[in-house]
């Protein structure tokens, strides 16, 4: 597993979501496959937003909310529709799988190469119009949105990152160390696989790749937040600490009060805080 170019688009047909239920006057969602640059095909949907449609003003005038989920989720999932809605109500909405993910296709790696599905993302959301993107990033998505900030310059005008990891290899949590075993063992890939409905690939890191704490000092000046719970299950709020020294003043840290991990734990208050910065942010 290693790093690689920005990812590339291409399209296949576009199908209704099984879940729309949109009128006939708004702009049906756009659901297809993307191609990475390392050509993995990825499942991503677009959705124009409820502030989109309502206004009648082009897309241009909106940003596009690119939404990169934790391990193990996909953009069917319950708890990633929840989050697409809640940032609906201040631009379109892009979310996908991740590699190895729902219908995507391909094996996880845990963080490594989702840099080049989320750029492939970020390049479609560019296509429909949107002159500002911001990528939001739970858990592994967390860390992505980071390494890709980084990575791929001005690709995004605004990241926010929740519930990210500051360094590999943690293993100092309960959480951490099951994941460890499920990422590492024969039979914990079986249980993905099976269980978890993800794909994740047999072979380890080689080179490591760049890790989140490396990667925030790349990011400015795009504006960054990072956003964490002190309940955290998985990773201790050192973590945002580090994240945030490393930003070195640049980014914002939220450590909220009672929260635990990622999507899950994200309440409908915070993701409006989180739409409402955002829209600020990427100006």
Do not use: C
Not at 3 to 17: F, H, L
Not at 106 to 131: I, K, P
Not at 174 to 197: D, I
């Amino acid at each position: 597993m290693s790093n690689g170019p920005a990812g590339q688009v291409a399209r296949s047909s576009t199908v209704r979501p099984k879940y729309e239920t949109s009128g006939a006057s708004r702009p049906a969602p756009l659901r297809t496959f993307l191609h990475t640059a390392d050509g993995v095909r990825i499942d991503a949907l677009y959705e124009p937003g409820a502030v989109v449609y309502e206004s009648q003003s082009p897309p241009s005038g909106h940003p596009v909310f690119v939404v990169a989920h934790g391990f193990t989720g996909d953009v069917e999932r319950p708890h990633v529709r929840r989050v697409a809605t809640a940032f609906a109500r201040y631009g379109a909405v892009l979310t996908f799988s991740f590699r190895g993910h729902g219908a995507s296709g391909g094996r996880s790696t845990v963080g490594d190469r989702e840099v080049l599905d989320l750029a492939a993302a970020v390049a479609w959301a560019r296509e429909q119009g949107h002159a500002r993107v911001v990528t939001v990033g739970f858990s592994m998505g967390g860390s992505v949105v980071l390494r890709h900030a980084a990575l791929h310059a001005r690709q995004s005008d605004a990241v926010v990152s929740v519930s990210a990891p500051a360094r590999w290899y943690y293993r100092g949590t309960a959480p951490m160390r099951r994941l460890h075993w499920l990422v590492t063992r024969p039979e914990g890939r079986l249980v993905g696989r099976y269980g978890l409905r993800t794909r994740i690939h047999h072979r380890g890191w080689d080179p490591v790749p760049l890790s989140p704490v490396e990667a925030v000092p790349r990011i400015a000046p795009t504006p960054l937040l990072i956003v964490h719970g002190d309940r955290d299950g998985y990773f201790p709020v050192d973590h945002p600490r580090m994240l945030a020294d490393a930003a070195g003043g640049h980014g914002e840290l939220w450590l909220e009060p009672g929260m635990g991990h990622a999507e899950h734990a994200a309440t409908d208050a915070l993701l409006a805080r989180i739409g409402d910065w955002a829209v600020g942010a990427a100006g």
